[in-house]
């Protein structure tokens, strides 16, 4: 197996089961004009997170990790009438590219974009009393996710979900001598969520046009410490 026959799966089942659309490919477009690097989540990727909060019921979504707003966009989709996401992002200027695809989507009044490093604008959600939110879905820096996972389950309800991408890292994360920050950051995450008696968690592996990495999705089973 190549990188390039996963490519190919990736875009035959894109091509059957993901539908072409203006909105999605022009957020896209933009994102590659503006330099943000090329590290969304793949259409087919992105609609299963549409798919999975649709069939959670999902009404109040928080996501760590912005970019250009392709998963969110994505993940707004899955929004019933009066439905909102609250998204973190570290980076100015990506930020700025996302407001303007979710402006273009007609969107502004449904996602709500938070500049700054996320350690800081999580606990300002907590002061807000915007929690409980009902699915979290975590893609930013791999060195944080653990305490980004913290802050998803204070902010989550019983019977909330919290999905969290880029967990594999390539097989990284076997390798308890790894010199990657990221592996590294990674391995703490499994080793909180295997502690953490208040969810109920499992990861996969996947390949595709992202390469070879997964995610994990974890079901808050317990309510707050």
């Known amino acids: 197996m190549s990188q390039e026959q996963w490519t190919a799966v990736d875009r035959y089942i894109t091509d059957h089961l993901v539908a072409p659309d203006a909105l999605l490919e022009a957020a896209l477009e933009a994102s590659a004009k503006a330099g943000l690097p090329a590290i969304n989540v793949a259409p087919n990727q992105g609609k299963l997170l549409m798919l999975l909060a649709q069939l959670h019921g999902a009404r109040r979504i928080l996501e760590v990790g912005t970019l250009g707003g392709y998963s969110t966009l994505w993940l707004a989709r899955a929004l019933p009438p009066g439905g909102r996401i609250i998204t973190l992002e570290a980076v100015p200027k990506h ?131």
């Open 95 to 225: 930020a700025e590219v996302a407001r303007e695809n979710f402006a273009r989507a007609g969107l502004s009044d449904v996602v709500e974009v938070r500049v700054g490093s996320a350690l800081e604008t999580l606990p300002q959600l907590a002061k807000e009393g915007q929690a409980p939110f009902d699915l979290t879905f975590i893609d930013a820096d791999k060195v944080n996710t653990a305490e980004y996972f913290a802050w998803a389950l204070k902010l989550s309800r019983k019977g909330s979900v919290i999905l969290t991408d880029n967990v594999v890292r390539k097989g990284g994360i076997v390798d308890a001598a790894s010199t990657d920050a990221n592996v590294q950051g990674m391995r703490r995450f499994y080793e909180a969520v295997a502690a953490e008696p208040r969810v109920s968690a499992t990861a996969v592996q996947t390949v595709g046009s992202k390469g070879y990495d997964g995610f994990s999705l974890a079901l808050v089973t317990g309510g707050p410490a």
